[in-house]
T-cell receptor, first 118, second 114 residues
Framework: GAVVSQHPSWVICKSGTSVKIECRSLDFQATTMFWYRQFPKQSLMLMATSNEGSKATYEQGVEKDKFLINHASLTLSTLTVTSAHPEDSSFYIC??????????????FGPGTRLLVL | AQKVTQAQTEISVVEKEDVTLDCVYETRDTTYYLFWYKQPPSGELVFLIRRNSFDEQNEISGRYSWNFQKSTSSFNFTITASQVVDSAVYFCALSEAGGNKLVFGAGTILRVKS
């Protein structure tokens, strides 16, 4: 159990276009979903936390108008990179907590999406 | 503020050797949670273990074992008889009781050579 999927697994786009990444919890309902960004040979950087039906909470320095997050249901969250530029190229990873999970609940991670902006 | 330090950037071992990955954490909370994740070349983070601050019992799972010592704020991970498939980046992470955010260490690259 606790499987998280992401789609697409990789995407190449032209500068100025918008890209949507989906994160789904397949066999459980997720109270909270998280979006991370990871540059090569670096650790994960939390971008935002989203709860179903409410606005996402963004980490300091992350532009909320640039990275739009929608958590439409207990099994789906989407990240839209708007007007993407080459510096947005990165590995984007989502994770999810189980519904009714309390503090310190394990986060289960999706396989990630590699974004390359030309 | 919470912080996780993985001082070993990269470790190389030969297959069948034992290897220990170090993790030192900082937190002001008395209740907190520690995690280890494995990130193979494919990129997906695989959950390995979760430990809460009140449970200092060491744990063994197959070739994996974890040593949690609050006195030294460490949560070290040992792989016994390493295998090539163990090659990956390993992350230690901390979550405080007040929320679900994870603070990750920088990660340790483990290379196991045959």
């Amino acid at each position: 159990g606790a499987v998280v999927s992401q789609h697409p697994s990789w995407v190449i786009c032209k500068s100025g276009t918008s890209v949507k990444i989906e994160c789904r919890s397949l066999d459980f309902q997720a109270t909270t979903m998280f979006w991370y960004r990871q540059f090569p040979k670096q650790s994960l950087m939390l971008m935002a936390t989203s709860n179903e039906g409410s606005k996402a909470t963004y980490e300091q320095g992350v532009e909320k108008d640039k990275f739009l997050i929608n958590h439409a249901s207990l099994t789906l969250s989407t990240l839209t990179v708007t007007s993407a530029h080459p510096e947005d190229s990165s590995f984007y990873i989502c994770s999810a907590n189980r519904l009714a999970g309390g503090p310190g609940e394990t986060q289960y991670f999706g396989p990630g999406t590699r974004l390359l902006v030309l | 503020a919470q912080k996780v330090t993985q001082a070993q950037t990269e470790i190389s071992v030969v297959e069948k050797e034992d290897v220990t990955l170090d993790c030192v954490y900082e937190t002001r909370d008395t209740t907190y949670y520690l995690f280890w994740y494995k990130q193979p070349p494919s990129g997906e983070l695989v959950f390995l273990i979760r430990r809460n601050s009140f449970d200092e019992q060491n744990e063994i799972s197959g070739r994996y074992s974890w040593n949690f010592q609050k006195s030294t704020s460490s949560f070290n991970f040992t792989i016994t008889a390493s295998q090539v498939v163990d090659s990956a980046v390993y992350f230690c992470a901390l979550s405080e009781a007040g929320g679900n955010k994870l603070v990750f260490g920088a990660g340790t690259i483990l290379r196991v050579k045959s």
